[in-house]
């Protein structure tokens, strides 16, 4: 058994570093959360989104406090989920640039309207309406209880992750294919 790259010291910001390291080790299918109204618009890369339940249907994203998108989400009690497919990274990207502000993230993308005005992104594999349901907020994020309120799923079948700090792309047609190369009986699966 070899031994682990990591060990922990005393110094608070060296613990921090690591425990990045270590949950980069986990892989997190990518989203962009939107949220606002009008001109107010904003979106968030996130990976931290996760299902609550689903009798009834919730799901959990934790949030930055300090990010533009937790501001307009707790406003306007409202947001947006935006599950990327694996041709989506360029707007993981532009929705983590911190160059890009509010509405500027938005311009020349296909977008529309929820029934309480977030903005949802198009040919996204998923997208989910959310309202707040509650907000818990620790330490410097705040972890937000969304009761979903529509969805529309697309039958593309090719997802976007994020792993140990690099965009994964997963295709289901393609990743069968090798599978396939590698002599592993895939008769059951298609």
Known sequence: MSKPDIHLVDAEHEIERQ?????????????VITAGQGEDITGMTVTSLTSLSAAPPRLLVSINRLAS???????H????????????????????N?????????????????????????????????????????????IIV?????????????????WNGQYVQIDHEADLDLLAEVSIPLAHVR
């Open 69 to 75: 998108s937790f501001t307009a989400i707790a406003r």
């Open 19 to 31: 425990f990045r390291l270590v949950m980069r080790r986990l892989a997190g299918g990518v989203c």
């Open 98 to 142: 911190g160059r890009l502000k509010g509405h500027e993230r938005f311009e020349g993308i296909a977008w529309t309207c929820g029934s309480s005005g977030v903005p949802l992104l198009e040919r996204s594999l998923a997208m989910v309406e959310c309202q707040v349901e509650e907000i818990i907020e620790r330490h410097s994020h705040g």
């Open 146 to 162: 969304g009761r979903l309120a529509s969805m529309e799923l697309s039958h593309r079948l090719s997802g976007l992750t994020y």
């Open 77 to 96: 009690r409202a947001f947006g989920v935006n599950i990327l497919g694996s041709d989506q990274q360029a707007l993981a990207e532009r929705f983590s």
